[in-house]
């Protein structure tokens, strides 16, 4: 909350008064606006967010989160390139027509996505708390629902903090004109939504390493099972010589069970400069083991400004399903993606944030980042020579923020 | 609290009703007395101190607290600091009067300065040798705690005095004002001016009876944080009134910290104010 200083003091006196005032019961708003953009007219996204937040003298905390983001750009589908011309019907009827050589996209692609969500953070005693919320977010062919709630209790004078959470998700895929039966030819009847059901049991630890530094580990197991495919991508069944003979929808097992450990440091340096370091692993049994390194550092220049610069590498082994196509001579898997978000790949992220507060203290920031994804490509056949079936792309992220 | 204390009680309540309230509120100030006092070792606050340098868990209202020390601290810009109760030893407002050396004053600042703790909801730290010291705030507070409790007991018209911190909890049984004597700065005992407080706090803070002379100087017993001196030519008593009780002794205790510029001060405040030079 940011205050001139005659409220900071009425707020806190009347907090200490045990006096209940209306300052004490404000919200605390948080509205950014968000700009994603991939290269060579791939996804583009904006993207309105808020975020409020309101604290009782308990410490008590509900917060509710809304959001409005605009998705639009080409969507690889997962059909291999070719030195021919294709025509292609998106899911939705549209006619592609991708030119020979190129990597066949559908650029029809256009959604619209509202989420919600409410938390509640009560204290139970003092060394026990409990959070609890609610998720939702819809998309013209998705609908997610989610609740979610967390045990926490601190020890050690509330030096360590232990957790304990489940989080459940029912996520409903209601595709355009109906879902695809998995391997079936392109332009086979598609009909009807389908589901999927995520558990994620969560463990965490937080403990205070000096008073400088805080470090954090959290184990999460995480379960999803149901309709896992994209209902958009195809595979492509390809000749030797390069050919393009059939487009087929993907198929992906219906359980996905995954393990993820993060570990995080935060550290001050000085009174200046704070430092945060995480690293996350995750793995699970389709094979997409990945790894998440981050590290930022925040720069205090005073007058309330300050600058935060960071980088993040990301690495992804392929799923062990992904082929980027499959060749005429073999016969067809029983799970087969050519999904690139499946692929192995390395991602490079810089960027910085800065941060400022007006004349009316509020703060505000802007931020801007730098993405790019890098396959690791295979060869496809003879006839295909020189051409990717996942070429990779670049991304900007530009927000801009203000608390108030 | 070495202090006369007093509790008025509107409209006529039972002898035992008030003493049971006056008993419940006694030991609402003995409490707060004794957490934070600085003569008792096992006191919150002698653990924090004998804790210095280290990480100091505390609980939601010793956290108040230390956030409104933050807050006036910040208002103050560092001129009012209850870390500054290092410099008592040197500064001594009693015969023989006598001014510490500029010395004895550079060994101790090191050791002053709230930019030099860290709090948090759950935690305390402070360098080590710092000491804290929430004199300066504990009476107005236990006044304000006092009829909080004594609202919640359901008594809506009642005023503490404890010491000259006035809180009240609620306005007076007959919709009339509270009338409140104003001490005379200059002359112990005798009422400057009766002024009227309809509820809320009310909070003075006055340089007249503690202080030094030394070379025809007056030096007050309140020390600017910054330089570790003791303020000179500053009013005799500042009197306001605010929602609460800690919030008028804050106002008060900074805008003495503000000398010749408190009428100022105050103005901005937009609270009722009462001045004495």
New interface residues.
Partial sequence: MQLSTWQQLTLVTATLAGVSSTQAAEWEHDAATLYYGESDGRVQVGSLKYLGKRENDQGDKLSINAGVDALTGASPMGVAPSYNAQTLTSPSGNTINIPAGQLPVDDHFKDARLSAAVQWDKGINEQWRHSSGVTFSKEHDYLHTGVNSTVSRSLNNKNTTLSAGLDLAHDQVQAINGKPTPLSLAGSTRAGDDSKRSTEALLGLTQVLSKRAIAQLNYSYSQTSGYLNDPYKYFSVVTPAGIVTENRYESRPDVRKGHTLYGALKFKANDKTVSTSSLRWHKDDWGTNSLTAEQSIRFDLGNQRSIEPSIRYYQQKAADFYKPQVSSIDSIPAYISADYRLARFKAYTVGATYRWQDRKEREWRISGEYYQQKPVNTELTAGQAGLKANSGFDAAVVSLGVKF | MASPCLVLLEPAVEFEQAQSLMEYLAQEVFRIQQKYSRYQTDSVLSQINQKSGQ???I??ETY??L??AQ??W??SKGRFDCTSGVLRPVWRFHEPSTLPTQEQIDELLPLIGW?QV?LT???F?MHKGMQLDLGGLGKE?AA??C??LARERGFQHCLINLGGDI?TSGIRANHEPWQIGIENANERGQVWQTVPLLQG?MATSGTSFRFIEVAGKRYSHILDALTGWALTDLPRSITVA??????AG??STLAMLQGDKADEFLQ???RPYWVQW
Avoid: F
């Fill in positions: 990480n100091t868990a609980d939601t108040q607290l956030q409104m807050v006036l910040q208002l930019q860290e909801h759950s935690m730290t507070y304000d705690r009829a909080y809180a706090g605010a929602p609460n009780c800690t919030e804050a106002l901005q405040s937009t």
